[in-house]
């Protein structure tokens, strides 16, 4: 939960959302989880781990006629139908675990960790899913409002531990099938109505190994510091057996890689501590890899991972020291990631895998007073602007933020359930870019960050300036203009951006 009074400036809420906060006042936040940190940046390792509505996105101009110095961009009679990108995790999937409120948002996506199996299967062969039933209405909940749900499974029964007493760890090689078995029989339950789950998530960090965690926890822990992939090649093993009857259970059900930690940079491992000529031990990252050189690439459908960004103390300044990322040099570290995982994939023959950022955020960790502020408010909502932009352009299947209630200050409400807000620069970005199809990055300006969108007949720009503010000349006057708020800006063919995205429809 969020300590303290949060200060921030008053800003003009949407009535509906202000009735919804009501609504949240009540609910708690879940509990922080263990933090541990990586030694090459004395950050804490990324363990763990919005306020317009989709129908009040503005109304879109038309094409200026104007000269553009914009790229060129194909215009489309008929554009293909879009999935959005836009995505929370809550704990509790109810009206007052924040069902309600991010509905409202827009948000699409919905992650829940997550099903025990050591719940439903105490004993092999005993199925109890009446332990699991106040899950299952959650579940439904999702359905009923139309929102997709990722839903995590982990916990491995005692019977079916590879190491006694971890439940968070891997199953035994003898109880491979009969996990597999498990899982068909979740896909079967859970794909159909009326709970409609067609995205299956197998552990949470499964890239950590058990000794770095408690035997329970939710965080991985398929991770083997002993293997040469640290584990990842036992995982292809488990994949292989549960793939086939998660698509015997339900052909269109996707098998998702349990989201990666991916810690540092393998290929570019950072000094620690820096300047020390000493550098990291980034093998968990290459826990992919070892799926893949298992043969394991065919039997999943997308990768989920974590790209967590941390506050630099200052207005819209972030980065993860550990992929050598920061917000003046390529913004959310969650493109850095993905070129990672693309360039694993692809050297492995499997280019078009899914990718799903299945826990976004930038966190503020040190003294607490600096959390405490304006400025850092400010830059969350300068962030979620940024990463769900970036998302989209990147081809994320989703971009999760972690969560409603987060962590390290993360968070979407405060701990009286009042949105904010981020929460407001999160809706805006889901009505503009959830409908959105990528047409590529905006180049010719120097110093900003940018990218070009389709949406119908109209056309979006997503801009902010890297570092220092730029003043550049569009070549045309646009229809529409607005802040990451969603307020609207005078349209000018010159404009001086900062680093707080400015939104541009033609």
């Given at each position: 939960m969020l300590g303290g009074k949060i200060f921030m400036k008053t800003y003009t809420w949407?009535?509906?959302?202000?009735?919804?906060?009501?609504?949240?006042?009540?609910?708690?936040?879940?509990?922080?989880?263990?933090?541990?940190?990586?030694?090459?940046?004395?950050?804490?390792?990324?363990?763990?781990?919005?306020?317009?509505?989709?129908?009040?996105?503005?109304t879109v101009g038309t094409e200026p006629t104007a000269a553009n110095p914009a790229p060129q961009e194909t215009q489309q009679s008929s554009q293909p139908a879009v999935t959005p990108v836009v995505g929370v995790e809550l704990h509790r999937i109810?009206?007052?675990?924040?069902?309600t409120l991010v509905k409202d948002l827009g948000v699409h996506w919905i992650r829940r960790n997550a099903l025990l199996w050591s719940e439903v299967e105490p004993q092999l062969g005993a199925r109890n899913w009446e332990a699991v039933t106040g899950f299952e209405t959650e579940l439904r909940n999702a359905a009923e409002q139309g929102m997709e749900t990722i839903l995590i499974v982990?916990?491995?029964?005692?019977?079916?531990?590879?190491?006694?007493?971890?439940?968070?760890?891997?199953?035994?090689?003898?109880?491979?099938?009969?996990?597999?078995?498990?899982?068909?029989?979740?896909?079967?339950r859970y794909s159909a109505e009326p709970y409609n789950v067609k995205y299956y998530e197998l552990g949470n960090e499964p890239d950590i190994d058990p000794g770095l965690v408690k035997p329970d926890n939710i965080f991985g822990c398929w991770g083997d510091v002993n293997a040469p992939y640290y584990g990842g090649e036992y995982y292809a093993d488990m994949l292989k057996a549960v793939y086939p009857q998660v698509k015997?259970?339900?052909?269109?059900?996707?098998?998702?890689?349990?989201?990666?930690?991916?810690?540092?940079?393998?290929?570019?491992?950072?000094?620690?501590?820096?300047?020390?000529?000493?550098?990291a031990d980034c093998t968990p990252a290459r826990f992919l890899e070892g799926i893949l050189e298992n043969g394991g690439g065919d039997f999943f459908d997308a990768?989920?991972?974590?790209?967590?960004?941390?506050?630099?103390?200052t207005l819209g300044r972030y980065g993860n020291l550990g992929w050598h990322s920061s917000s003046k040099i390529n913004g959310p570290?969650?493109?850095?990631?993905?070129?990672?995982?693309?360039?694993?994939?692809?050297?492995h023959g499997y280019p078009d895998k899914g990718l799903i950022n299945s826990e976004s955020a930038v966190l503020c960790?040190?003294?607490?007073?600096?959390?405490?502020t304006e400025t850092f408010e400010e830059t969350k909502s300068i962030y979620?602007?940024?990463?769900?932009?970036?998302?989209?352009?990147e081809g994320l299947l989703a971009n999760i933020w972690y969560s409603i209630q987060g962590w390290r200050f993360s968070g979407l409400v405060d701990k009286q359930g009042e949105p904010l807000p981020a929460a407001k620069a999160l809706a805006f970005s889901a009505s503009q870019l959830n409908q959105a199809v990528f047409d590529q990055r905006l180049e010719q300006f120097t110093g900003l960050m940018g990218y070009a969108y389709q949406r119908d007949s109209a056309r979006l720009w997503v801009v902010w300036a890297l570092d220092q503010d730029q003043t550049i000349d569009l070549g045309s006057l646009p229809a529409e203009m607005y802040d990451l708020y969603g307020n609207s800006l005078p349209p000018a063919q010159q404009i001086t951006v900062g680093v707080e995205p400015i939104y541009i429809v033609w």
């Amino acid at each position: 939960m969020l300590g303290g009074k949060i200060f921030m400036k008053t800003y003009t809420w949407l009535a509906v959302l202000t009735v919804l906060a009501l609504v949240l006042a009540a609910c708690g936040g879940s509990p922080s989880p263990t933090v541990f940190v990586e030694p090459a940046t004395q950050q804490p390792v990324e363990t763990h781990a919005p306020v317009a509505t989709q129908s009040s996105a503005p109304t879109v101009g038309t094409e200026p006629t104007a000269a553009n110095p914009a790229p060129q961009e194909t215009q489309q009679s008929s554009q293909p139908a879009v999935t959005p990108v836009v995505g929370v995790e809550l704990h509790r999937i109810t009206a007052e675990g924040g069902l309600t409120l991010v509905k409202d948002l827009g948000v699409h996506w919905i992650r829940r960790n997550a099903l025990l199996w050591s719940e439903v299967e105490p004993q092999l062969g005993a199925r109890n899913w009446e332990a699991v039933t106040g899950f299952e209405t959650e579940l439904r909940n999702a359905a009923e409002q139309g929102m997709e749900t990722i839903l995590i499974v982990r916990s491995t029964p005692a019977w079916a531990q590879m190491t006694p007493g971890v439940s968070c760890g891997a199953v035994s090689q003898e109880m491979l099938p009969a996990f597999a078995i498990f899982m068909h029989d979740l896909v079967a339950r859970y794909s159909a109505e009326p709970y409609n789950v067609k995205y299956y998530e197998l552990g949470n960090e499964p890239d950590i190994d058990p000794g770095l965690v408690k035997p329970d926890n939710i965080f991985g822990c398929w991770g083997d510091v002993n293997a040469p992939y640290y584990g990842g090649e036992y995982y292809a093993d488990m994949l292989k057996a549960v793939y086939p009857q998660v698509k015997a259970a339900d052909p269109q059900a996707q098998v998702v890689v349990g989201g990666l930690l991916l810690d540092c940079d393998p290929g570019n491992p950072p000094e620690s501590p820096a300047g020390s000529g000493q550098y990291a031990d980034c093998t968990p990252a290459r826990f992919l890899e070892g799926i893949l050189e298992n043969g394991g690439g065919d039997f999943f459908d997308a990768v989920s991972f974590h790209a967590y960004d941390y506050y630099y103390d200052t207005l819209g300044r972030y980065g993860n020291l550990g992929w050598h990322s920061s917000s003046k040099i390529n913004g959310p570290v969650v493109t850095v990631k993905t070129d990672y995982l693309r360039s694993v994939l692809g050297a492995h023959g499997y280019p078009d895998k899914g990718l799903i950022n299945s826990e976004s955020a930038v966190l503020c960790t040190g003294e607490e007073a600096k959390c405490l502020t304006e400025t850092f408010e400010e830059t969350k909502s300068i962030y979620v602007a940024q990463a769900y932009a970036s998302a989209r352009a990147e081809g994320l299947l989703a971009n999760i933020w972690y969560s409603i209630q987060g962590w390290r200050f993360s968070g979407l409400v405060d701990k009286q359930g009042e949105p904010l807000p981020a929460a407001k620069a999160l809706a805006f970005s889901a009505s503009q870019l959830n409908q959105a199809v990528f047409d590529q990055r905006l180049e010719q300006f120097t110093g900003l960050m940018g990218y070009a969108y389709q949406r119908d007949s109209a056309r979006l720009w997503v801009v902010w300036a890297l570092d220092q503010d730029q003043t550049i000349d569009l070549g045309s006057l646009p229809a529409e203009m607005y802040d990451l708020y969603g307020n609207s800006l005078p349209p000018a063919q010159q404009i001086t951006v900062g680093v707080e995205p400015i939104y541009i429809v033609w």
